[in-house]
């Protein structure tokens, strides 16, 4: 699958693709792109972080996959390559908040004709969560995937005691902005939340999606939330061979209402 068009965020050469397609990622992020993947007849529009635990990007895996499988339902689909925290640059490394960034910069490329959400897997979930918290984007909706989006603060760690994330960059991003914590509420989203978690994920404990769901308890959230029994981290649209099968038609039920 390949973009109608890459649009540059950010100063420096355009990104190159490691591996052969459908298992292409992004290594070594140079700068921020957006790559557009547009219908004739859009319903919405869906700005798409790929995951890669904020080291690299799974581009294809969590990135095209998920734009042709929002081309099919009727929505342009903006895949969202964004730099690192922490990662090496010219002279330094990239700020802890570059991912953010690249994200609202990706946002003011989307025309907000229509409903506008925003959709992330894993480390893309947490980020799709950062970018929904912010002033003025008004998302339809969120849609967040076995992502880490709070129980790696370092106050609030699940299991208890864990290490920090290194580098020290994206250790601290990851504490600027838990997401879906009542304690923190300038990382709580207002819009429409749908969450997708597979309930023995080693590598994104409940705990993440646990703490939001309380969130929107107590604080009268809309928040649909989906636990698989039996579904590996990074399930996506390929390991559906579980419950977890019903996810994309979940999700597609659940824009086709909130947008």
Not at 75 to 90: K, N, S, W
Not at 223 to 250: N, S, V
């Amino acid at each position: 699958m390949i973009a109608l068009e890459v649009i540059p965020l950010s100063p420096g050469a355009a990104n190159v693709l490691q591996g052969d397609p459908p298992d292409r990622v992004i290594d070594v992020v140079s700068r921020g792109e957006l790559h557009a993947y547009r219908v004739a007849a859009p319903r919405g529009r869906v700005l798409v972080c790929p995951g890669g635990g904020y080291l690299r990007l799974m581009h294809d895996r969590e990135g095209t996959d998920i734009a042709q499988w929002l081309n099919g339902l009727g929505y342009d689909a903006f895949v969202l390559a964004h730099r690192l925290p922490g990662a090496p640059r010219e002279g330094g490394v990239w700020p802890e908040d570059v991912a953010l960034i690249d994200g609202l910069a990706a946002l003011r490329h989307i025309d907000r004709d229509l409903p506008l959400f925003v959709l992330g897997l894993s480390s893309g979930g947490h980020l799709a969560g950062v970018l929904a918290c912010q002033p003025g984007v008004d998302a339809a909706g969120l849609l967040i995937a076995y992502a880490p989006i709070n129980a790696n603060h370092s106050d609030h760690k699940a299991p208890a005691g864990k290490p920090d994330y290194p580098p020290p960059q994206k250790q601290a991003f990851y504490d600027a902005w838990p997401i879906g914590l009542a304690a923190e509420p300038h990382g709580v989203p207002r819009c429409p939340v749908f969450l997708a978690y597979a309930l023995h994920d080693q590598a994104v404990p409940i705990e993440h999606a646990l703490n939001f769901i309380r969130t929107a308890r107590d604080e009268g959230l809309d928040l649909d939330a989906h636990l698989f029994g039996a579904a590996p981290h990074g399930f996506a649209l390929r390991e559906l061979d579980g419950t977890q099968a019903a996810w994309p038609e979940l999700a597609a039920q659940w824009m086709a209402r909130k947008g």
